[in-house]
């Protein structure tokens, strides 16, 4: 699978670039960015590492003038919508980054595109490939979700998103994922530029979501049944993502995007087919996010963030555009 990756931020520098490196059957066409001195660096890290050779070009149109098969957007979200649309005009599939838009109307009309775009949600593939064994099928779900990190120790380029679309996302997909059910409603949400707390009511649980970025990293989910009971936990970060990173293990990031680009490998993605889902060939568990889901969490932050400006009221997570009552 050749990748094209617009945007040279550090996403790409720190999450792409080596999951790339470390995924079987894909490989790194080519880069774009308006940068030079990004687009040169992200280029020549890839092939220093080992990595095929690779186009770096100024613009997107240069980049979709190379055969991919999927085009990475990784540009800040203003431009996510105009990025993928150029992609699926020249038939090829995009992968999103996080926010998949700036809004729910931009959101939906990422999804609608065709071929349709994968959202990179990759704490499906962290959190979510570690925890959805545990998770029984039916029954009440209550669930405790929290995402930290220190903004400045990423060094962004460019992209400074408020605490609930650069973390909090995330943690209402997952919260979707692992149930497998849909946002009702919000309440009790308290959101600044750097922090956000919310309760998001779902067909089949409760989850309470805190994020922040301008706190040190850390990562846990608890999911207990009606009655307490604990059925499953994950907790990524801190001393013990420190110590696995002296002891060589896996960056999680990395990781977790290296196997998002294999799932997304193995669904058949080409030029001339569109992406399939996980679910057609059988899996138990949808693990690639849509452009639906990427809509879907945008409905929700746009509730949590009325129910902010109500003092925390209840407000009831929007219906998608065209979809059945």
């Not at 925890?131 to 669930?143: N, Q, T």
């Not at 999911?223 to 990524?236: C, E, F, H, P, V």
Request: aromatic share 4%; with cysteine; glycine share 8%.
């Amino acid at each position: 699978m050749r990748l094209g990756i617009a945007g040279c931020g550090r996403i790409a520098e720190r999450g792409y670039v080596p999951a790339a490196l470390a995924a079987e059957g894909v490989t790194i066409a080519g880069f774009a960015d308006p940068d030079a001195a990004r687009l040169r660096q992200c280029h020549d890290l890839w092939e220093r590492s080992g990595g095929d050779e690779a186009v770096a070009v100024g613009s997107v149109e240069e980049l979709l003038a190379t055969p991919l098969d999927l085009l990475v957007v990784a540009v800040p979200a203003a431009h996510h919508l105009t990025v993928a649309e150029q992609a699926a005009a020249t038939d090829v599939p995009s992968l999103v980054e996080k926010p998949p838009a700036l809004d729910l109307a931009e959101a939906e009309t990422l999804a609608a595109l065709d071929p349709a775009p994968f959202i990179a949600f990759n704490r499906r593939f962290l959190q979510g490939v570690e925890l959805r064994d545990a998770i029984p099928a039916e029954g009440w779900l209550e669930l405790d979700l929290e995402l930290r990190f220190r903004r400045d120790a990423w060094g962004a380029h460019q992209s400074r998103d408020e605490a609930l679309l650069d973390a909090g996302i995330h943690l209402v997909d997952l919260a979707c994922h692992l149930t497998d059910s849909a946002p009702i409603a919000v309440r009790q949400a308290d959101i600044t530029p750097e922090r956000a707390t919310l309760e998001l009511e779902l067909t089949r649980a409760r989850a309470r979501i805190s994020c922040a970025t301008d706190r040190s990293h850390h990562e846990t989910i608890a999911i207990r049944d009606r009655s307490g009971k604990q059925l499953a936990s994950s907790s990524w970060g801190g001393l013990g993502a420190r110590l696995g990173s002296l002891l060589g293990r896996p960056d999680p990031l990395a990781l977790s995007l290296q196997r998002q680009l294999e799932a997304i490998q193995a669904t058949g993605v080409s030029l001339m087919e569109p992406p399939h889902l996980l679910l057609q060939q059988g899996h138990p568990r949808r693990l690639l996010a849509t452009g639906t889901d990427g809509a879907t969490a945008m409905a929700v932050v746009e509730a949590a963030r009325r129910s902010a400006d109500l003092s925390g009221a209840e407000v009831t997570v929007a219906p998608l555009a065209g979809a059945s009552a």
